[in-house]
């Protein structure tokens, strides 16, 4: 197993959309496919030969990586993509270094004037923000001058009173026993949110009507209630929880408002772990989980995209790169947004900025976890980083044991024989998604190099 610090096999194989793109890519490492391949600093590109008469250009931005083909697949990145990284991370001796054809730099141009160009308006906007701040933040939220906030708000309103006079019936009903009906409930009420524009809730009330442990459906529903509260006092909250109640709700800051008012970091960030998910009608999400390795700030890029079209843009657990981030305002920032990337390091000199990082101890991790799900009490989840663990099976259930903890872990059935293997009872390091009671485990580093989870489909254990 090789660590996934620069463009490895490993590395590459992971930005597959899914395993059949994998397998295809694997099929075209055939060289004499391929008539034409050149790189430089910047960039990569190749002519593969198809079925056609004519090769498909493809190209890939290294800054990102970003994937761009001429043949007409809808998966991002598509095959041939994969195949042109795959054959530069087994051989890059087989590329010609060269200045890129017209078709690899027009597209660069294109690219570098885009970014030039969000970079400029994300300025204009900060300074204009500046300009015509209000003396009050709050009362620049909590006034909401648009007609049509001003209306969506009515309506959150009127849906929270209703699911107030539901969630008080239901305590009063006691939550001990819960039946068809009470699910039937949930999932009635969770239509009603989606109706009173608080759509994010139908999630929190389907969940709760799956939920077969009282105390955890007490917390859940408290949260709610929690919710409700805040909603009912917004004028008097600051900007950062009204903010988080916003989120909470499905109703977040567009792109420009958090360019705006967000707090930008300029650092060197490293991913340390990343999931793909399938949500309901092929909306597919994607956590990717990054680090500042001078701020020591943790952040979350969430993006989504639609079936198997994929993401435009690529990040590789365990590389590093300098960036700037600008994240959501919140109680407790996490959420970000990427802003600039500058290339990665090179294979040579990848060690000095992407080596693992320092870590801090299972007591620190845990405080700095609780102290942010104290500020924001509706954040789902936090990213542990867990030095020095063990892993132990007790009961069919997974643990990481060090210092005086044992957390419980999520993991893949299928992939625990492989987990413990890796460990071999020695000291790993461990990160993924903490949402209080269970960490759902998305990397694990030892000696051998780095193991990642990706795509996560069926049960865990």
């Known amino acids: 197993m090789t660590g996934l610090t620069g463009l490895t096999t490993e590395a590459v194989l992971a930005l597959a959309p899914d395993a059949a793109s994998a397998k295809a890519a694997r099929g075209l490492m055939n060289v004499s496919q391929w008539p034409t391949l050149g790189h430089d600093a910047a960039a990569a590109w190749g002519e593969c030969q198809g079925s056609g008469s004519k090769p498909y250009q493809t190209q890939v931005d290294l800054s990102g990586p970003v994937f761009k083909c001429s043949c007409p697949s809808r998966k991002f990145p598509c095959k041939h993509g994969l195949a042109l990284l795959l054959l530069r991370a087994q051989d890059a001796g087989r590329f010609t270094t060269s200045e890129p054809p017209e078709w690899v730099s027009a597209w660069l141009e294109g690219r570098r004037a885009r970014a030039d160009k969000q970079e400029q308006k994300q300025q204009n906007q900060q300074t204009q923000a500046v300009a015509e701040a209000a003396p009050s933040a709050n009362a620049a939220h909590a006034a909401d001058p648009s007609a049509r906030q001003d209306k969506r708000w009515q309506r959150i309103d009127a849906g929270l009173e209703e699911l107030a006079r539901w969630l008080a019936d239901r305590v009063r009903r006691g939550l001990a026993v819960q039946t068809a009906d009470s699910a039937g409930e949930c999932r009635t009420m969770a239509a009603r949110m989606v109706d009173a524009q608080a759509g994010a809730l139908a999630g929190w009330l389907n969940a709760a009507g799956a939920e077969s442990d009282s105390a955890a459906l007490l917390a859940r529903l408290g949260r709610l209630q929690l919710l409700i509260e805040a909603v009912r006092r917004r004028a008097t909250l600051d900007a950062g929880v009204l903010a988080d109640v916003r989120a909470t709700l499905g109703w977040p800051l567009d792109r420009d408002e958090v360019l705006a008012r967000g707090e930008a970091i300029n650092d060197v960030w490293r991913v340390e772990g990343q999931i793909v998910e399938e949500r309901e009608q092929r909306l597919v999400e994607r956590r990717v989980w990054l680090s500042g390795r001078r701020s020591g700030r943790r952040a979350l890029l969430l993006d989504f995209s639609h079936g198997a079209t994929g993401f435009e843009t690529s990040w590789i657990t365990g590389q590093a790169r300098a960036g700037r981030l600008v994240f959501f305002p919140s109680a407790a920032p996490l959420r970000a947004l990427s802003v600039q990337r500058e290339a990665a390091p090179e294979a040579g000199h990848a060690g000095a900025l992407a080596g693992v990082p320092e870590t801090s101890g299972w007591?620190?991790?845990?405080?700095?976890?609780?102290?942010?799900?104290?500020?924001?009490?509706w954040l789902p989840l936090w990213p542990l980083r867990l030095a020095g663990a063990s892993i132990r099976v007790v009961e069919d259930a997974v643990w990481a044991c060090?210092?005086?903890?044992?957390?419980?872990?999520?993991v893949p059935a299928d992939q625990v024989p492989t987990l413990l293997a890796l460990s071999g009872g020695a000291a790993v390091d461990l990160h993924g998604e903490w949402d209080g009671r269970t960490l759902r485990l998305l990397t694990l580093r030892s000696d051998e190099g780095l193991w990642q989870i990706g795509r996560v489909e069926g049960g865990t254990r």
């Not at 007591?363 to 009490?377: K, P, V, Y």
């Open 402 to 410: 060090g210092e005086d903890h044992a957390l419980p872990l999520a």
């Open 363 to 377: 007591h620190d991790e845990l405080d700095r976890a609780a102290a942010a799900m104290a500020a924001h009490a």
